[in-house]
């Protein structure tokens, strides 16, 4: 194991996936973790991040100088080199030029850190402070024009200082630096991998949750699934799964979740499908604004969630599928600082008996769940499921949503997914790669706007759908994607001769910003 101690850098969690991406395990822990828990983990390595501070202010964070006499190899980024040189009786300083974005740094390549690393190498840069002079017993072993102390070794004790980015891309050959230091210097073997975190995450859920019962909430989404599974394989039907189909989920999305979760399922746990639509139809009839749309959806999922907890009575602990992006993004991340409020449905409830979260997801990236589910043997169109918004059709139905406008776009984003992922394979079976135009998130909404028409010589007055097909890499900005337009064509023909109520279909340019990729 590597542990990571967060000094509340914006890339720490970066840190831990590089490591992890050199099949070490790791973990990130707080820098008020005390030495003698981090002594007992005993570690093959510890990486102290970066963060906004100034070591050399007073409540800084800081961490006791012990932890570079265990003999344990220790490598600090950016704020975390500066503390090493500051607690070691280096200097640090404001630097007279600050630093900031791509930088070349000039590297002694028979430096461990820097074993097939170029002379010279871009990397990222983003400081204010420098270490204007290194601690006893420290050569530099890179420099760049501005900073004379880019990196920084004692190779006899094994600490290393670096005062750039190794952990973001941007700096090219960063992960070999980190290889470098999790290999060479620490000696780890890199034989862990995604089978090692589902072993390891199966007996830590095991030695917590004791016989205690255990409640879930499951939306079908990739998170939910997976955490649920991870619950099932470690406490098998002390597991109760709630999952409330709301009666705006994709088209026959329901039976899916219940025919993989259900009692004919593969699974060993309590499956409970609630059927609530009528009660959401209810509750959003006549409703066409957006925001009370959203809330309403969100607090009746906590209402029928609750009530069905209440039949089940205490349960011990609930499950939730939180993953690492959505830490950052409600404020939650570590030691860093708040970016937004995450909009999600089914927060806390806040009338279920429980003592405890569980969060078995809580330290991974997107693509690495996906890669536990896949070591879970889940089945793939689960894993690989588009992300889906929490309020569900609801805000793809443009206005008020009613049972058959809900019918309408099922039906129509059925037929656009269906063909889209069918060009897209057939590309792929004819090129080997895939398709350049490939959305990474893609379906149909319901304008709420009626036009006239004409068929089989007679006028209709009906409904026009709108596809939407975008590109993005983080979902924070997006292109619209260009699907062919033999592509699209077929799905307006077939949208239209299979959809009743539809009587034309658009296709959505707009990139965001100006646009969101919902409608709503
Ligand atoms: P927007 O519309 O904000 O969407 O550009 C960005 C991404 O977030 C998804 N999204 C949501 N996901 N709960 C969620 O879990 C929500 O309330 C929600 N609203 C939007 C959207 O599908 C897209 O991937």
Redesign the pocket.
């Known amino acids: 194991t590597v542990i990571v101690i967060d000094f509340g850098g914006q890339y720490n969690q970066l840190v831990a996936r590089r490591v992890r991406e050199c099949s070490v395990y790791c973990e990130i822990y707080s820098y008020k973790t005390d030495i003698e828990q981090i002594k007992a983990m005993n570690p093959k390595g510890i990486i102290l991040t970066g963060g906004p501070n100034s070591c050399y202010e007073e409540n800084s964070p800081t961490y006791t100088k012990e932890l570079f006499e265990l003999g344990i190899p220790v490598l600090g980024l950016c704020y975390g080199a500066q503390l090493m040189m500051h607690i070691l009786g280096g200097k640090v300083e404001k630097a007279p030029v600050r630093e900031y974005g791509k930088t070349d740094v000039f590297v002694k390549t028979d430096s461990p850190l820097f074993t097939d690393v170029s002379e010279k190498t871009v990397c990222w840069m983003s400081h204010f402070d420098y270490i204007s002079k290194t601690a006893p017993g420290f050569e530099i072993c890179a420099h760049t024009a501005d900073c004379p102390v880019a990196a920084a070794e004692n190779r006899e004790k094994n600490l290393y200082a670096i005062q750039f980015h190794p952990e973001v891309l941007h700096t090219q050959e960063g992960t070999k630096m980190l290889s470098n230091f999790v290999y060479n210097v620490c000696g780890c073997s890199g034989d862990w991998k995604m089978d090692s975190f589902v072993e390891h995450s199966i007996q830590e859920i095991r030695k917590k949750v004791g016989n205690g019962k255990v409640l879930c909430a499951l939306s079908g989404?990739v998170d939910s699934s997976v955490a649920a599974v991870l619950l099932s394989k470690a406490v098998g039907d002390q597991l109760t799964c709630v999952f409330v189909d709301h009666g705006l989920l994709r088209k026959n999305e329901g039976d899916e979740v219940e025919e993989v979760f259900g009692p004919n399922g593969n699974y060993d746990l309590n499956f409970i499908r609630v059927n609530a639509q009528e009660r959401f139809y209810g509750k959003l009839a006549g409703v066409t604004e957006p925001e009370q749309k959203?809330k309403i959806i969100?607090e009746e999922f906590i209402r029928v969630f609750e009530e069905e907890a209440k039949k089940i009575g205490a349960v011990d602990f609930l499950v939730q599928g939180t993953i690492y992006p959505d830490v950052v993004e409600s404020g939650l991340g570590g030691e860093s600082a708040v970016i937004k409020s995450?909009?999600?449905?089914g927060g806390l409830p806040d009338h279920v008996d429980f003592k405890d979260i569980i969060e078995p997801l809580r330290d991974l990236f997107k693509d690495e769940v996906r890669k536990v589910g896949l070591e879970l043997g889940i089945p793939d169109y689960l894993v690989f499921r588009?992300?889906?918004?929490?309020?569900g059709l609801g805000?793809r139905i443009i206005g008020d949503v009613t049972a058959d406008k809900v019918r309408i776009v099922q039906d129509a984003d059925a037929i656009y997914r269906e063909e889209v992922d069918g060009a897209a394979q057939e590309y792929k079976n004819e090129h080997g790669k895939d398709a350049p135009w490939m959305p990474?998130?893609y379906?149909a909404a319901l304008t709420n706007m009626r036009s006239v028409g004409v068929m089989g010589d007679e006028r209709t007055y009906d409904y026009a759908v709108a596809l939407r097909a975008v590109t993005?890499i983080d979902?924070?900005t997006?292109e619209s994607a260009e699907i062919p337009y033999e592509v699209l064509n077929k799905v307006m023909n077939r949208i239209i001769n299979e959809v009743r109520g539809v009587n034309r279909v658009m296709y959505d340019l707009t990139s965001?910003p100006p646009?969101?990729?919902?409608?709503?």
């Open positions: 989404g959203r969100g995450h909009h999600n449905v588009q992300p889906f918004p929490g309020p805000i990474n998130q379906f993005t979902f924070m997006a965001k646009g969101t990729i919902e409608f709503e």
